[in-house]
C-alpha cells in the first residue's frame, strides 16, 4: 500500500531540517521509520539538490521565514515543485499535500495557513517568481556561495561542470570480484535477471538503474559490491609498478579504512598481508562485514593513523593507502546535504588533518615503497596543493604519474571534463609517491 504523499512529505521536511542543524542526511533517513524511508530518501535528496533555488523563492515569498519546522516543509515544497518537468508530483498535487502535511504535524499545524498561502501564491505567480531568482548564484547552482566561488578560483574551466555533476543523481557502480567471476561472466549474470549494466574501467560495472542489493545476483555471495568507479582506481593505482624485495607477501597498510571497500579490492587484486585501520570502533566493524561477504581476510586494528607509536609493530610497509578524512566535496552527487553541511574553514582544518596523518604515515613506507594519498574532494587544499606541500619538504617523496584531480562526471550527460575518465564517476584526488632509497654514503 502507497503511503500518503503528505507523510511522505513531512518525513523529508525532517530530513531537511536536520540538516540545517548540522546533522548528515544518512543519519536523519535513519530515523524515519522503515515503511517510509526509500520515499524519504528520494523526496530529500531532490529537496537538497534544489535547496539554494527553494530558499530564494521563499525570500520572495515571506519576508521572515516561519518557525524552522514550517520553513523546512516550505521549501521542501518548493523544491520539489518549482521545475515542473523534474517534481515528482505534479505541483498542484504537491502544493495540496504540503498543506495536508502542515495540518498534521502539532509543529507546523498553527503555520499551515501560511503554508498554504506561500505555496498558491507560487502556483499563481511561479514565472515571475523564478525569474525574480535567476540572478542568484546560489539559486542558479544550487550550491552555497563559498562553495561556488572556490570551484571557479579551483577549477576556473570546469567550474560550471562541476557544478552540472553535481546535481544529478550518482548511478550504481558495481565492482566485481576479480578472484571469483570474470566481468563479462557477471554482466551475463545480470542480463539473466533483468538487469542491464554497462563496463566501467578495469572492474566495474555501472547499472542502469540503482537496485537494492539483495537483488543483485551474487552480492550476497561476494561476487562484486558496490564502489564508484573514481574510488575504483585507489588499489591499482597503489600497486603499480610496485617491486616485491623478497618472495613474503606484500605489506600494506589500508589507514583510514572503513567501510573496508579498498581494503577488499587489494586483496582482490594480490595475495598480500593487509592491516586495515580506522580510528572509529564500530566503523571497523563494517570493514569485518565487508571483508566477511567476500571471504577475504585482513588484520583490522581500531586506531589512529596519526599516532603510529600506538599501533605500529616497527616493520616497514611495502605501500600505504591513505584515504584521508576531507570535505567529501567530491561526492555530493550520492550526498547532497554535504554542500549545505560544510563551511569554508572546514578546508582549512581538513588540509591541516591531511597533513598531519601524510608527515605521521611517511616513516612507515620502506625506501622504494609507495604511498597513495586520496581524498574525494575536487578542492585543490586538499588534492594537489597538499601533495607538493608534503614533498617540498620530504626530499625522498618523488611523486609519481597519477590521475591527480579527478572531476565529478554524469556519462552522456553534459560537457565531459577534459582529462577525466571516461563515463559517470565521482570527484577523487589521486597522488602516487614513491620513497626514494636514500644515497648511500
Not at 215 to 230: C, K
Not at 315 to 327: G, H, K, N, Q
Amino acid at each position: 500500500m502507497q503511503l500518503p504523499l503528505w507523510r511522505q512529505l513531512q518525513a523529508a521536511a525532517s530530513v531537511l531540517a536536520a540538516v540545517r542543524t548540522g546533522q548528515s542526511a544518512t543519519a536523519a533517513i535513519a530515523q524515519v521509520p522503515g515503511d517510509l524511508r526509500a520515499a524519504t530518501q528520494a523526496l530529500a535528496y531532490q529537496a537538497l539538490r534544489e535547496l539554494g533555488r527553494a530558499e530564494a523563492l521563499r525570500r520572495q515569498l515571506a519576508r521572515r521565514p516561519p518557525p524552522p519546522e514550517a520553513d523546512a516543509l516550505l521549501c521542501t515544497a518548493l523544491a520539489l515543485c518549482w521545475r515542473e518537468a523534474d517534481a515528482p508530483y505534479t505541483p498542484f498535487t504537491l502544493v495540496d499535500q504540503a498543506v495536508e502535511a502542515a495540518k498534521r504535524q502539532p509543529a507546523t499545524k498553527a503555520q499551515s495557513a501560511f503554508v498554504n498561502a506561500c505555496l498558491r501564491r507560487f502556483l499563481r505567480e511561479r514565472d515571475a517568481l523564478v525569474a525574480a531568482t535567476d540572478g542568484d548564484p546560489v539559486a542558479q547552482w544550487n550550491h552555497p556561495r563559498w562553495w561556488i566561488d572556490r570551484l571557479r578560483q579551483d577549477h576556473p574551466q570546469h567550474w560550471q561542470a562541476v557544478l552540472d555533476a553535481n546535481n544529478t543523481a550518482a548511478p550504481m557502480t558495481l565492482r566485481v570480484n576479480a578472484r571469483r567471476i570474470d566481468r563479462d561472466q557477471m554482466l551475463g549474470r545480470l542480463r539473466d535477471v533483468g538487469i542491464a549494466g554497462v563496463a566501467s574501467g578495469e572492474h566495474g560495472i555501472v547499472l542502469d538503474q540503482p537496485r537494492a542489493v539483495h537483488d543483485i545476483p551474487g552480492f550476497a555471495g561476494g561476487l562484486v559490491s558496490v564502489q564508484d568507479a573514481a574510488a575504483q582506481l585507489a588499489a591499482p593505482l597503489l600497486l603499480q609498478g610496485l617491486q616485491r624485495t623478497t618472495d613474503a607477501p606484500l605489506r600494506i597498510l589500508d589507514a583510514c579504512a572503513a567501510p573496508g571497500g579498498k581494503t577488499a579490492h587489494l586483496l582482490e587484486l594480490c595475495d598480500a598481508q593487509v592491516t586495515a585501520l580506522d580510528i572509529d570502533p564500530a566503523r571497523g566493524r563494517r570493514i569485518h562485514e565487508t571483508l566477511g561477504r567476500l571471504g577475504l581476510q585482513a588484520q583490522v586494528l581500531a586506531a589512529d593513523a596519526g599516532s603510529p607509536d600506538a599501533w605500529w609493530d616497527g616493520r616497514a610497509f611495502d605501500a600505504v593507502l591513505l584515504d584521508a578524512p576531507c570535505t567529501a566535496s567530491g561526492i555530493v552527487r550520492r550526498h547532497p546535504d554535504v554542500r549545505w553541511l560544510r563551511r569554508p574553514q572546514d578546508i582549512g582544518q581538513l588540509a591541516a588533518q591531511q597533513a598531519r596523518l601524510l608527515t605521521a604515515l611517511w616513516p612507515l613506507v620502506r625506501p622504494g615503497g609507495q604511498l597513495l594519498y586520496c581524498t574525494c574532494s575536487v578542492f585543490r587544499d586538499e588534492g594537489i596543493r597538499r601533495v607538493e606541500a608534503f614533498v617540498a619538504h620530504n626530499k625522498g617523496a618523488v611523486l609519481r604519474p597519477g590521475p591527480g584531480h579527478l572531476l565529478p562526471q554524469t556519462g552522456g550527460n553534459g560537457n565531459p571534463v577534459r582529462d577525466n575518465l571516461a563515463g559517470d564517476h565521482d570527484g577523487f584526488f589521486y597522488a602516487l609517491l614513491e620513497k626514494r632509497a636514500p644515497d648511500p654514503a
